[in-house]
């Protein structure tokens, strides 16, 4: 799981990109300590971004923030994806939201509450509603609890194979039209599946 969600934080990354304002940065951001808290980015070099998360719910924060500083509307998320911290494939399949058209970060949540740092890093994206997907501020995916209180959608299924199909939908019916290309990834060997989660978000490309 720790090496699956290294490639989602370069999801994150990769299909957002590193958002830049000039608003007063956010504790951790734009060269404030990298102890500042936990998961918390902060400038390492010119142009390289640290996020010194000790486990990968704190990274998942951490890349969140680096990517929507929130400093400033322009730089929050319509959406944001809650994803359970054991579901490495339903992860990778949601990469395809981090994207374009929806933008949605990723946080991870646990079976039965969203951690304290994922609450947080939420709290701080203050996510401005998904116009594309009914104003939904929050996407689920599976059994991942969502906070209360924010309109959710949920791409549901009882195995990670039906969970990435109705995820493909949700990001189709936002983009307003079927997949026009799809990657095939492992169900079972995170280490062949997780190039699949940057090119997903990157690319648009639907993770099947």
């Known amino acids: 799981m720790t090496l699956a969600c290294g490639l989602l934080l370069a999801a994150s990354l990769a299909g957002c990109g ?3 304002d000039d608003s007063p940065p956010r504790p951790g951001i734009g060269g404030a300590s990298a102890g500042a808290g936990e998961g918390t980015p902060s400038t390492a070099t010119k142009d390289t971004v640290r996020i010194p998360g000790e486990n990968p719910t704190e990274d998942a924060a951490g890349a969140a923030a680096a990517a929507f500083p929130g400093t400033a509307a322009a730089t929050r998320p ?5 994803v359970g911290e054991n579901d490495w494939q339903g992860a990778i399949a949601a990469s395809v939201l981090v994207g374009e058209p929806v933008g949605a970060p990723i946080l991870l949540s646990a079976a039965d509450e969203l951690p304290a740092v994922s609450a947080a890093e ?10 594309l997907l009914d104003g939904a501020k929050v ?3 599976g ?8 309109l959710a959608r949920t791409a549901a299924g009882p195995d990670p194979y039906t969970r990435a199909a109705a995820i493909d939908r949700l990001s189709s019916a936002a983009r ?7 990657i095939i990834a492992s169900g079972e060997q995170p280490a062949w599946a ?3 989660a940057p090119w997903a978000a ?7």
Request: net charge negative; proline share 11%.
């Open 18 to 20: 590193v958002a830049r």
């Open 78 to 82: 319509q959406a944001v994806t809650v």
């Open 122 to 131: 939420l709290a701080d994206l203050a996510p401005t509603g998904a116009e």
């Open 139 to 141: 996407v689920r995916i």
């Open 143 to 150: 059994a991942a609890p969502g906070p209360e209180g924010l």
């Open 176 to 182: 307003g039209e079927p997949s026009g290309h799809v």
């Open 194 to 196: 997780m190039p699949a």
């Open 202 to 208: 990157r690319s648009g490309h639907a993770v099947l």
